[in-house]
């Protein structure tokens, strides 16, 4: 008689978390089933149980994979033995997504369990600019002016150009044209000017690696042309180096040249990661290629 109890007694306690989990369920609901892109939507979970019990935090990891991603912290919120939560959420990804049944581990008293949501599914679109789609901008609606209107105003602005070209005619007259003149700076100093002050920006130092190859490639174009006299700013790496074939420097400079030209390329298309010290490098080699390939003006002293 006492087997036959503890018979009852195992299958009792056997059955206990089937009935449990037999009376969880657990739903997902989205506000809407077509979306934008990145355009903030709310996702509505709820847990049918019993009171006290114990709910994990759920995994999005699976909805992730699909661009999914929640914009709020999870926080249930108890209704007798209904749990709710809402989450504020955005998809960063377009087409038809399928978004599969979420897991969630709960626990009641020593029972200790899963349950799954149901599956859900979402049309994500593209921003698209339909300027056919427009509504055309509707002016204010005035009450029709008359000449009597604007007539003050007109004459005021005649009588105002009047003045101003009489004035003009009159300084005009009295005062000869000014002849500016504008001594250029020359390639070299303009160069060594600009490396100094990119230097002093600290661009690659803050991580604007790109920003600061680039702007370092764009003064030794600019000096290529000043210097050269070859289309550098509109020309190719493998252009310019063509160019400075033709040019009497050493093939040491026209390595570093290529060196510099090179790795700005490699950066400016995402090719590349140079290390840290490599910047340093290039500023130091830029400026050694100003330097030494500059005009020297020759001083010519006069036979006194």
């Avoid at 000096?223 to 550098?232: D, H």
């Avoid at 590349?272 to 490599?278: G, L, M, N």
Wanted: glycine share 4%.
């Amino acid at each position: 008689m006492n087997g036959q109890y503890r018979w009852i007694y195992a299958l009792f306690f056997f059955l206990l978390p089937l009935c449990i989990t037999a009376q969880v369920t657990f739903e997902g609901r989205l506000d809407t089933n077509r979306m934008l892109i990145g355009d903030q939507h709310i996702l509505s979970l709820s847990v049918q149980g019993t009171p006290n019990m114990q709910l994990d935090t759920i995994s999005f990891r699976t909805w992730e994979e699909t661009g999914f991603e929640t914009l709020t912290p999870q926080q249930w919120q108890a209704e007798g033995n209904i749990y709710r939560q809402d989450l504020a959420y955005a998809i960063y990804d377009t087409g038809y997504i399928q978004l599969p049944p979420l897991e969630l581990i709960f626990r009641y008293e020593d029972v200790s369990d899963t349950i799954y949501s149901n599956d859900l599914a979402v049309e994500v679109n593209g921003i698209m600019v339909d300027s056919t789609g427009l509504a055309p901008i509707k002016t204010i609606i005035r009450e029709p002016l008359s000449f009597r209107d604007v007539a003050p105003y007109l004459i005021g602005l005649l009588l105002a150009l009047l003045l101003v070209w009489f004035v003009w005619r009159m300084k005009r007259r009295s005062t000869p044209p000014e002849v500016i003149v504008e001594i250029p700076i020359p390639a070299h100093e303009k160069a060594l000017k600009e490396l100094a002050e990119l230097q002093q920006q600290k661009l690659w130092q803050s991580g604007k690696i790109k920003a600061y190859q680039s702007e370092l490639t764009r003064i030794i174009r600019v000096y290529l042309e000043g210097r050269f006299g070859i289309l550098a700013m509109e020309s190719t790496t493998e252009e310019i180096l063509s160019d400075m074939r033709n040019e009497e420097i050493s093939s040491d400079l026209t390595k570093d040249l290529a060196e510099i030209l090179n790795m700005a390329d490699l950066i400016k298309f995402a090719k590349a990661k140079p290390s840290v010290d490599i910047h340093q490098r290039f500023m130091e080699l830029a400026e050694h290629f100003v330097r030494t390939t500059r005009v020297v003006e020759e001083i010519k002293e006069s036979d006194d």
